[in-house]
Nanobody, 117 residues
Framework: QVQLVESGGGLVQAGGSLRLSCSASGTTFGFRIMGWYRQAPGRQRELVASISRGGSTNYADPVKGRFTISRDNAKNTVSLQMNSLKPEDAAVYYC???????????WGQGIQVTVSS
């Protein structure tokens, strides 16, 4: 059974940094796309950043230049380095991964990021 476990959230002042990590397990062939989404109260879940198995990255416009996504295919982990955090970055962040070869989609349980102004 595929499981995604997030860590690293918490409270930070505006302008500060946090690093989120996600450890994935339960699949034989690894994961094709891994990424991070977020959902703030009253808003839809939105893509923050994603990364392919080959390392191609995609970022939402609001986080470009501030956030960096990375992954370790051997360990099935994906991380999100968040710098210059803003109050509007506050949300529950979810790890997402698509399995190889069938692209089954899985989510972590979510982790809270709070940014104080």
């Amino acid at each position: 059974q595929v499981q995604l476990v997030e860590s690293g959230g918490g409270l930070v002042q505006a302008g500060g940094s946090l690093r989120l990590s996600c450890s994935a397990s339960g699949t034989t062939f690894g994961f094709r796309i891994m990424g991070w989404y977020r959902q703030a109260p009253g808003r839809q879940r939105e893509l923050v950043a994603s990364i392919s198995r080959g390392g191609s990255t995609n970022y939402a416009d609001p986080v470009k230049g501030r956030f960096t996504i990375s992954r370790d295919n051997a360990k099935n982990t994906v991380s999100l380095q968040m710098n210059s955090l803003k109050p509007e970055d506050a949300a529950v962040y979810y790890c997402n991964a698509q399995t190889i070869p069938y692209n089954d989609n899985y989510w972590g349980q979510g982790i809270q990021v709070t940014v104080s102004s």
